[in-house]
DNA sequence: TTGTAAGCGTTATCAA
DNA sequence: TTGATAACGCTTACAA
């Protein structure tokens, strides 16, 4: 029923193919026969059909976004690498799907990449042995990471700059004074699955505090406020000579204030508390409003696109270095770091 | 370079037509040939190519998820409908495709439905009069809407029911005591383009009022804290016998709490707050924990799948009443809502 | 129950 | 600079 390209061709008084070319730019074309061109096209609002060029072409313009959806669902964070990458697409005319694959079914990845419906993919909540890295390799699918495996090799990645951050957030509280900074990472089961950002935070915790010459306490934290009331009492327990936290757990945060208040301490005049790879969208709701390392999520969702696309229209011959990229995360100085309590 | 169905066909000595019969079960195929074929299909790591079964079937089993990225970002909510979507989606075979589409670009609108990529739409953050919808009806393109224009008329859609949310906030209070209860809206923009949620919970809020027989006072707040705060001694200076407000504003209802502790009130002891359509994962982060009557966000995004796909799958000479769901939100009764105080 | 063949709407090769 | 026409990999009448 919508015109297609021979309709086109008709009025155009031209030849199928020849519509095909100015279309594409693929050849050139008279600027005569161009015009008549576009204007049968208008005259007939026609659009190319997208699964006919893709049969044709073997491309697509449609790139897959998986993103497994963990137990406790999303946060503003990961909404936000889905919008960036989702405008990035937009902007460089390819269409982005979501592919929301746990882990467990491969099978599915199997299905899609199987399906010629795609011409690449984006890779959300990379671990550092990820299967689903492994299986896009074999199938010889155009991949970038959002984040990175432990041996990233020849993949294009854009990830968070953990080290940098890390260091960011003890140099931050450092300069307020302070000599004995925690860290509180996300779950233990993150860390024993090897999630990317979990593992990468607590080693580059470890470096920066040895670098800063300051002891470095740790310790992973369940998502969940009771857990983090819990681990903020034995931490302070253990190492009562702590004035200072960092803490990449959202979730875990509140439970540490609440146990603050507990024991009558004040954020931060009694203790500060620094939040790292935390929206701001987040760290605003809370009271005192948390000193924060903010990702840069929607330009990491940009930069995997990007980066994919490279990729993707490079000529084949040619040889592909691959683009890894860390960003740093942005500090927002809040209301809950300060100088350290005269103890 | 990958097996194709005549490939299969060959390898199980049938013809190709069979084996898209046995694919599709569109045709009774014996149980030995059909053994033989998926054998076949088995040892050949068969794919089908979605391109090509579109283009000849002219259905591709790809849905497009329409939604616009407001100038805030989108929050966990608006996540939510996302994952509930493609989850949905995936259980029914479907491919769920990002359609970030601005209210402006209606030109993005039409080549997406121009390309016979995308056999229907899922329309996110609909409002009153929503010049998408009435583009879609135009495009003849079968569609959805997670909420609802002012007359959905025969439109298929699910949503929050903003009637009973403000119904039961209020009746939440007035079991507590409370007889003088404020409603704090979204901004003043969202109600001036005709935001659904923010005009029906406006009515909603206007209207269970009335029938609870207490005054209402209302008012549109700017989605920031600075704007909360203002408007809760704004709201105070002028109706100083309010006890309680429902708040339908993440961002604003922290500057509301600001504001409270600057004149030294405590919540829930000398004035109560509950938080309507908002997740518990923003409610829960904020100290005290509010009250909050949180949106069945991923349930709306799944319904408004399977309502797609009902009107999808339906023998076209069917007649076809639309299906029009309200959800309720559930209560999640918190610590900011409490007796009113004794003034 | 199975086979044959005509599309589906493009791209891209080969000629002119 | 342009035109025919063979793929692309499948669905679906129409025949047998």
Redesign the pocket.
């Known amino acids: 029923m919508p015109p297609?390209?021979?309709d086109v061709a008709k009025r155009a008084d031209?030849?199928?193919?020849?519509v095909?070319?100015a279309?594409?730019g693929?050849?050139?074309?008279?600027a005569?026969?161009r015009r008549r061109i576009m204007r049968a096209m208008e005259e007939l609002g026609y659009r190319?059909?997208a699964l006919?060029?893709g049969?044709?072409?073997k491309r697509t313009r449609i790139l897959a976004l998986l993103f497994p959806t963990p137990e406790r669902g999303l946060g503003v964070t990961e909404m936000e690498f889905v919008t960036g990458a989702a405008d990035a697409a937009r902007e460089h005319g390819y269409h982005l799907m979501l592919a929301p694959s746990e882990l467990r079914d491969i099978h599915e990845l199997e299905h899609l990449t199987g399906q010629g419906l795609i011409d690449g993919a984006l890779v959300m909540e990379v671990r550092l042995d990820d299967e689903r890295v492994d299986l896009l390799g074999q199938a010889g699918l155009p991949f970038s990471m959002i984040g990175r495996t432990s041996d990233p090799g020849t993949i294009s990645y854009a990830d968070i700059d953990f080290e940098q951050t890390t260091r960011d957030a003890i140099a931050h509280l450092m300069e307020l004074g302070h000599r004995c900074v925690g860290f509180l990472n996300h779950s233990p089961s993150a860390l024993s699955v090897g999630y990317g950002p979990t593992v990468r935070a607590a080693e580059g915790f470890r470096r920066a505090a040895s670098d800063a010459g300051i002891a470095h306490i740790e310790r992973p934290c369940g998502d969940n406020a009771a857990a983090g009331k819990a681990a903020f009492h034995e931490l302070r327990a253990s190492s009562p000579e702590l004035t200072a936290l960092v803490v990449m757990n959202e979730r875990a945060v509140i439970g540490v204030m609440n146990a603050l208040d507990e024991i009558s301490w004040r954020v931060p005049d009694d203790f500060s508390i620094v939040s790292i790879v935390s929206s701001t969208r987040v760290t605003e709701m809370m009271r005192p409003q948390l000193t924060t390392l903010e990702p840069p999520s929607t330009e990491l969702g940009r930069l995997g696109v990007q980066i994919l696309l490279d990729q993707l229209e490079r000529p084949h011959d040619e040889p592909l270095p691959p683009t890894q990229k860390l960003l740093p995360c942005r500090l927002v100085v809040g209301a809950s770091s300060g100088p350290p309590p005269a103890r």
């Open positions: 297609r390209m021979i031209v030849a199928l193919s020849t095909s070319y279309l594409n693929t050849r050139p074309v008279s005569s026969t190319p059909n006919a060029r049969l044709a072409s």
